[in-house]
């Protein structure tokens, strides 16, 4: 559970927010966000295989040169929880800096997060990216990134936020956009959609893309 919880947080922030949050605005997001929807499966192809080995196989050559969270910090990768949060996780986002993030095409050497899994050692190990799609992105926009019959992306649905961007509990428990305004937050019915790659279990294209509703 709590692996998932830092996973919907660090996603959700990235996929939703356009303000740096406190650290007290982190700390509440500690009660997640359960409101998750995904791309509908797509029957596959050899040529889908094929494609989303490539974004695999380009993304760990990519990103192999941030194989510590002190490499990612050098070139300006962040994550937006405090640093007691983050000794708390199994799994870690790191956002890009905002000033990389402006293009809508999709680049699969330039994911919007890195992401960190703690060893038994304790030690933060990379092991995958996370890309967000842009702004109204359609399933098809997603499937000609990385095939819908071997991603399933996913949004956040319901989301309030507070008048800049805060997520306090009070806006959290709010998941209706008349319950969002009672508290004085701004409601948004889907947030962008996002999908995890993980590069640290081969080329096993099952581990590669975990997410999927059956197994959250």
């Known amino acids: 559970m709590e692996h998932r919880t830092a996973t919907v947080v660090a996603g959700l922030l990235l996929a939703c927010s ?11 997001m500690e009660l997640g966000h359960g409101h998750m929807s995904y791309t509908a499966a797509r029957p596959g192809t050899a040529a889908d295989t094929a494609k989303a080995l490539a974004v695999v196989q380009v993304l760990r050559t990519a990103i192999s040169q941030y194989p510590t969270l002190a490499a990612a910090e050098s070139a300006g990768y962040r994550s937006r929880l405090p640093e007691a949060m983050q000794q708390r996780r199994r799994m870690l986002h790191v956002g890009r800096p905002r000033s990389r993030t402006g293009s ?46 071997v991603a399933r992306w996913h949004r956040h649905t319901n989301v309030c936020r507070g008048p800049a961007g805060e997520m306090k ?24 959609y996002m999908v995890h790659v993980m590069v640290d279990g081969g080329d096993d294209l099952a581990a590669a893309f975990p997410q999927r509703p059956d197994r959250d």
């Not at 356009?18 to 509440?28: E, G, I, K, R, V």
């Not at 509990?169 to 962008?192: D, H, I, K, M, W």
């Open 104 to 149: 809508t095409g999709f680049d699969p050497a330039s994911p919007q997060a890195l992401l960190y899994r703690r060893d038994d050692d304790g030690q933060f190990q990379l092991a995958g990216a996370m890309f967000v799609a842009p702004d109204g992105a359609t399933e098809d926009d997603l499937d000609a990134r990385i095939p819908l019959s």
């Open 18 to 28: 356009h303000t740096p949050l406190s650290a007290q605005d982190m700390a509440a």
């Open 169 to 192: 509990p009070r806006y959290l428990r709010a998941t209706t956009q008349p319950g969002c305004e009672a508290v004085g937050g701004r409601f948004r019915g889907e947030s962008r």
